[in-house]
């Protein structure tokens, strides 16, 4: 950006004025974040003063009555239905990218993307109102309740392949044509081409769009909390009803106070540290990935 | 990678694991649209009986059974309205500062901490933004349930999306623009307002597009933050429920509202279908008109 210093004087101080004016803002914007993560301790303070980290983990369950705040349970339910989630979407979204880079006819390649693309933007309530109509009496005519991990694994994995199968198919056209040419006239099939090269060299911007769809499962509230059953207990099987975190955190705020208030603020808290850290290694796998371009 | 294209197994082997793997990749594919269609005809089929003109303009009877989403709609538009009204200003700024003047004035410091802060805020889950607007809004700042609480906690939310699209829009205008702006002594100020800005102008709407997109879907960090009535808003500082809110409550807590909520999900999705159309062409428009005066 080339700007000339000799405007006149009262067009400079104009200038001075939007420098001072716009960074102020910017600088609030930044702060909100401070704010976030100020508030989110402050109000759980009385509980984190009292007992320390140490009571989320090693009371006697979730009895918000008595004083008991074991955020354990879920937890796991919060990871299990994550990870599962992740577990089906991968593949399917992997091979639907690969699909339409170099498998689909065409006239294909447009209409899916913008399918993906509505998947993406349809809201969480909507999946969770399908789920719970649709899935939920699936599951359940299959092994009750159906209210059930397996159900929040499903639509979770539903809502999360758009993110994969996109950011799939940016990281696979990224590829360079020089490769994937080189590729073909050393005589290697379509599959030799995807397995051996496209994939491989595409890994890095796979994997950000995996971290980035586990962190958007993690945060999910309402699709999982309509189709999960929401009891709280460490789940054991596919078919338990489990309770996330995010579910609890809706379900008891509107009438928790004191310490139990606290308590849900507290694992507030601790699912912002966890999307953080994932946030935190994306960022890392993307710097990685263009400094390994760079070197190529 | 040469090295690894010349240990491939021998042809025959390769040619029946071509196949395998092009079945496989078209059934995935099929397996994708299948579920799409699945939802969408489940949602055309359970919703369209309730959907009508009346359905909305009318008032919700019998918590939400009968009658139509009038006030719903009406306090959805509401809380959209003051989170743009707060989304607009704060964004612009920044994003005009993150792209025009930041880049040699502080270090580069203050701006690797805004940059830092829009990532992390991005990636917050939303129902920690309900948590976050229940304590600042609701109870600090006194505001309790209402659509004041609901809209400015949306705006939190929309924020990092709407400053990254506008900031793209604004460091996509050819820089000979500015220089030409300077060459004929427009202050830097003016140069924003008559060249850059109206320049950026479709990127920043089609970035506006899909931060309303977002905001319209969003649930969790409204429950407990503009609350739950359902009768007609009288002001902004009366709780109302959004139409999202109005899908949840109705399919989990009333029995009997699935059919309601299906219409109300329709008639989202056709609001966010058009929304995301609007934000597309924009974008093209955009491109399109790049590529000639460069």
Redo the contacts between chains.
């Keep these: 950006?080339?700007?000339?210093r000799h405007?006149?004087s009262s067009?400079?101080r104009?200038?001075t004025?939007?420098?001072r004016?716009?960074?102020s803002?910017?600088?609030?914007?930044?702060?909100?974040?401070?704010?976030?993560l100020m508030?989110?301790i402050?109000?759980s303070g009385a509980v984190l003063a009292e007992g320390g980290w140490i009571r989320f983990f090693n009371s006697d369950g979730w009895y918000p009555q008595s004083g008991e705040y074991n955020l354990l349970p879920m937890l796991w339910a919060t990871l299990a239905a994550s990870l599962g989630a992740l577990l089906i979407a991968l593949?399917?979204g992997v091979?639907?990218a690969?699909?339409?880079r170099?498998?689909?006819p065409v006239w294909m390649v447009s209409p899916?993307r913008r399918?993906?693309?509505?998947?993406a933007?349809?809201?969480?309530?909507?999946?969770?109102?399908?789920g719970?109509?649709?899935l939920v009496p699936l599951v359940g005519s299959w092994m009750p309740p159906g209210s059930s991990l397996l159900s929040a694994i499903f639509i979770l994995a539903?809502m999360i392949?758009p993110t994969v199968?996109l950011t799939s198919e940016a990281a696979l056209t990224a590829v360079s044509p020089a490769?994937l040419q080189?590729?073909a006239a050393?005589g290697?099939?379509?599959?030799?081409i995807?397995?051996?090269?496209a994939i491989?060299?595409a890994r890095a911007g796979i994997m950000t769009g995996a971290l980035l769809a586990t962190?958007r499962a993690?945060?999910?509230?309402?699709a999982v909390?309509?189709v999960a059953g929401n009891v709280v207990q460490t789940p054991g099987s596919l078919f338990d009803s489990v309770r996330v975190l995010?579910a609890n955190?809706?379900l008891e705020?509107?009438y928790a106070t004191g310490d139990h208030r606290a308590a849900?603020?507290a694992s507030?808290l601790l699912?912002?540290m966890i999307?953080?850290l994932?946030?935190w290694l994306a960022?890392r796998q993307q710097a990685g990935d263009e400094r390994g371009h760079a070197h190529a | 990678?040469?090295k690894?294209?010349?240990s491939?197994p021998p042809v025959s082997i390769?040619?029946s694991?071509?196949m395998i793997?092009?079945s496989?990749?078209?059934v995935?594919?099929a397996?994708?649209?299948g579920?799409?269609l699945?939802?969408l005809g489940?949602?055309l089929f359970?919703g369209f009986n309730r959907l009508s003109l009346a359905f909305l303009t009318d008032a919700p009877q019998n918590s939400g059974r009968e009658g139509g989403i009038g006030s719903i709609l009406v306090s959805t538009l509401l809380i959209l309205g003051v989170a743009l009204l707060a989304t607009l200003?704060?964004?612009l700024?920044?994003a005009?500062?993150?792209s025009?003047?930041?880049?040699n004035?502080?270090g580069g410091k203050?701006t690797r901490?805004?940059r830092m802060?829009?990532?992390?805020?991005a990636?917050?889950?939303?129902?920690?933004?309900?948590?976050?607007g229940?304590?600042?809004f609701c109870i600090?700042l006194g505001m309790g349930f209402s659509i004041w609480s609901g809209g400015l906690t949306l705006a939190?939310m929309m924020?990092p999306l709407f400053?990254s699209t506008t900031e793209a829009g604004l460091s996509a205008v050819p820089?000979e623009w500015?220089?030409g702006a300077?060459?004929l002594?427009?202050?830097?100020?003016?140069a924003?307002w008559h060249v850059l800005l109206p320049a950026a102008a479709p990127a920043i709407t089609a970035g506006l597009m899909l931060s309303i997109?977002r905001a319209?879907?969003?649930?969790?960090a409204l429950?407990?933050t503009s609350g739950y009535v359902d009768r007609m808003p009288e002001s902004l500082s009366d709780s109302g429920r959004a139409l999202?809110?109005h899908?949840?409550d109705m399919?989990?807590n009333v029995t009997g509202g699935?059919e309601t909520?299906?219409g109300s999900?329709l008639v989202?999705?056709a609001m966010?279908?058009l929304i995301?159309s609007i934000a597309v062409s924009l974008t093209n428009r955009f491109l399109a008109q790049r590529i000639t005066p460069s």
Excluded at chain 1, 115 to 119: R, T
């Design positions: 950006m080339i700007w000339s405007n006149t067009l400079a104009a200038d004025a939007l420098t004016v716009t960074g803002i910017a600088l609030a914007v930044a702060v909100l974040l401070g704010l976030v508030l989110l402050k109000e593949p399917l091979m639907s690969v699909f339409s170099f498998y689909a899916l399918i993906m693309m509505l998947l933007g349809i809201p969480s309530v909507v999946y969770g109102l399908w719970l109509t649709v539903l392949l199968s490769s080189g590729a050393l290697l099939s379509r599959k030799g995807v397995l051996g090269v491989p060299e962190m993690l945060g999910e509230t309402m909390l309509m995010t955190i809706a705020m509107p849900l603020f507030g699912l912002m999307v953080t994932l946030a960022g | 990678m040469r690894q294209s010349l491939f390769r040619l694991g071509d793997l092009t496989l990749v078209w995935a594919t397996l994708v649209v579920m799409f699945w939802l489940d949602l359970h200003p704060l964004g700024g920044t005009v500062y993150l025009e003047f930041s880049a004035k502080t203050t901490l805004i802060s829009l990532n992390m805020l990636g917050v889950p939303s129902i920690v933004f309900g948590l976050f229940n304590a600042l600090w939190c924020l400053i820089d500015r220089q300077a060459a002594g427009l202050s830097h100020a003016s924003l997109g319209l879907a969003e649930t969790a429950i407990f999202s809110v899908i949840y399919s989990m699935d909520a299906y999900a989202l999705i966010l279908v995301s």
